[in-house]
C-alpha cells in the first residue's frame, strides 16, 4: 500500500514518483473521488479510483485490505496534500499494519509546511493545530493554549473560521504577528501577514477557498 501526497492546488506540484505510482497501481482510494479524477485526467492517468471514505468506512477499509491481501496494488490519496494529515486514512492504514501489509510513502506538498516556509517566523519546531474548532468556545480555548506557546501554531481554517481566529487573537494578543496562506499555489495565491487586527481587517474584502494560519510564538522572557 502507498501513501500517497497529492497536490495542494497547482496539478503540477505532483511529484515524479507519485506519478509513476499512481499510473501503476491497481486502485487508487482516494477520500474525494472527484477531486482525483481531475488531477488523473490532468496528468492523463486512467488507473480506477474508489471511494475509501466519508461513509461506510469499516466496510470499504475491509474491501480495500482484502484486494491488498489478494496482490493488488493499492495508493491512498487525500483530496489535497498528504494523506492522514487532518484527512480521514488511519484506519486504512492501521489495518494495513495489522495485517503485515507494508506501507510506504510517498512524500510530497503540505499545506502547513508550505505556509511556515513564507510566514518568516522561527520555525525549528512548530505546533500544528489541526483544522480550526467551528464554535466560538473550542476555537477560543485552543487559541488561547497556542497564544502561550514559544514555537509558531499552525492551523488549517475556512474563510468564517479564519476570520473568527484573527478577531479573537487580536483581543487576546493584540500585537502577536499572525500569517494567513490563502489557496497557496492556485492563480489567486496570496499571503497576509501583520497583527490579527490587520490581517482580518483584509481577509474581510476578499474571498479565499483554503486559508492556513500561521500565528508566531510568544517571545521569550
Known sequence: MY???VPIGH???LT?????ILKSVDLIASED???TQRLLVHHRISTTVTSYGPVNVKEKVAVLLERVRQGARIALVADRGSPLIVDPGVRLVAGAHALGIPVIPIPGSSAGIAALTIAGFPCESFYFLGQLPSTGPRLSRCLTDALKKEVPTVAYGTRTTATRAFQTIGRLAPRRLVAAACDMT????????GTARQVSRRLCGIQREDITIVVSGRKRR
Open 3 to 5: 501513501v500517497v501526497a
Open 11 to 13: 496539478p503540477d506540484d
Open 16 to 20: 515524479l514518483r507519485a506519478l509513476a
Open 33 to 35: 473521488p472527484r477531486l
Open 186 to 193: 492556485k492563480p489567486n495565491e496570496m499571503m497576509i501577514r
